[in-house]
């Protein structure tokens, strides 16, 4: 097998110097990969195009670990140069220009004290703060180039990677200046949690490069004994919780498994089986906030597992508390992800995250549940990503052949404190009612909208957090809520879920806080009709105030036949720009348009509000979105907004009285009463919501209830139920 193997590798690389040592291999690795795996893993790179690219591939400077690295030109590209140990890294979240982009990392692996240009506006940032944010790169690049030359050595049998690999070992045990004592003092990474990711790298490297005999004894001691044993039990001495913990508990177990330390490995398992138990949200959802942070923590548990698994124990399969598991982690935010596997970026995080490939490639392999493979197949195809993550080239094994969605559903988190309603042509919205939790960010009450197949109303998460903009994207006008006297929300602790009724066509989700402004009651219901949204918002103090209601898209904002002010007072939010006030109204109707596509919006207000048009920052302050703000000065406030996601055709005409709203889409109309109507209305219902749909304005079709009972249309009774139903639509024939 190794013969044929590298006969055929000479023949692929055209005379590179191929010397195979199958004696070398002895027992073989045993963290990521171990010898049976190997030997696949062999073949699957002469057989598969896919392993094959992903196993070669050229983006080699790319500068995140694995995605989209080829292993093979990444080692390459470090078995040419010099290996010099930079001094102790500083903080990779200072590497942010004030527009909140990334600076360039230079690509030569070294520092540059004249400068690092905005890779959006060109902006130079020099100085000791912004060399140390490169030498986190460079430690990163180190550690994943000596993991890439330990696969190198062992897929080729190529000792001269592997002993390049273990001169990055002995040269770290040689440089590393003690380990972590706090979070931010000790070890060769400024942060604790940086450490333990850069760690878990080099653990992997001399898993390959002790396993291809390239070592002395006392080179394993030197990289044992000075480098990995104390990174392990500095990581193990702080006493830490969240995601910093999974990725030191997992580097512990890495390490303590890479160097047989039964010590090291029966802490992390006991702390990892802690924390799923007691850390993991009831809902699967790692509770800091979400997407970010469900899927970093489960990075690091994926290496842990592993090496675990390569050990003969299983913890995929773990599951301490009934529903708690590495299974519910990746099952869960299947009904978390909009439609296109894009993660909504509410709380801190990076906008643009989707579903990770990576991960869902090591679980379909390992836990293989049908769930898992239609995600992964969901994550490959909407992200026409090809399969080179790292977990792929390893353990990635065929997509499944069919995979059915799992029953997309709309879905409430109650740890978290979201809930996402879902139509059946992939119309999307979320409610954020959570507490203020880890990474939170005061946004409550927001809402997010994705149809069409495209995101409209984002929450755009958070560039670095050394980005001087970062208020902007944690504070409350940043969001698509309500802003009271133009200040930023309290830190809440409540999760006021008042409705959660799931419905075919029919539903709704309703929340309320008196927390984010004390003093304020604040009521915010989202309905879907169909594929339509209503947002139905209720604000409620003693005293008067100031009510900003924010709402921002993609696309081109238009507002409709409003006369400008001259005379509104500007708007003195930060990083809100080209604003332009139009005269009072008590309703007003706009769209966003994308090409053919359109968000419709019209809204009612139960006081005049002063319009604005502006734009605001998207994902960085590079690029903008169109705002439409509404102020209003009231004691008490209503506004009933409907969001129509709109293919061609011509807008809907939308109406609102006595508590009815009326939806006319040509000759189908749809009745939404909010709240309870009077008996011999027209649509009379004793309900939180009800509805009546029409096929020509008279005739009904459909009739829907929520938290209520009965649904009578122009006298005739639709819905009679004995008892209050949470949701209930029946077909009217
Ligand atoms: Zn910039
Ligand atoms: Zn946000």
Redesign the pocket.
Known sequence: MITSFCLFLMILLAGGAGSCNAASQEAGPSLFLDAKELARLQSEIRRLDWKRAAYEGEDADSDHAFAGTGVRSGADLWMKRKIEIPARSGHYHHFFCECGSRLTFPTDGREHPEGYPCSACGKVYAGEKYDGAVRWQIHNQLAVAALNMGIVSAVEGKREYARKAGEILLKYAAAYPGPHTTQTQGGMMYQSLCEAVWSIELAGAYDFARSAGVLSKRETELIENRLLRPIGEGLMSLNVRGNWHSWHLSAVGVIGYAIGDSRLVDYALAEFRRQISEELGDDGLWPESVHTYHFYPLGAFLYLAEAAYHHGVDLYHLEPKPGKSLKAMFTAPLGYMYPDTRLP???DGWYNSFLPANHYELAWARIGDPAIGWGLKEACGRQKTARNSFWALLQGRPLPRTAAAPGVKSVNFPVLGIAALRSRDGAMMTLDYGPFMGHG?F?KM?VTLFALGKLWSA???TPGYGSPIMPW??GTP??NTVVVDGKNQARTQERRLTIFAAGETFEAAQAETEEAYPGVLQRRSVIRVGERFVLVDHLQSAEEHTYDWFLRSEGALTLEKLPEAEDAPALEYAHVTDAKAYGAASSWAGQWRQGRLALDVCAFSSAPATLYSARCPAETANRTVPLAMARARAKTLDIVTVLAPRSGGAQAACSFENGVLTIRDGEAVDYVAIGSTKAGAELAADAAFALVRTSDGKTPTLAGVIEGAKVTWKGRSLIASGSRQTALEVEAR
């Open positions: 970026a509410i709380n960010q946004d927001g929450d755009y998460g994207y944690t940043g969001h």
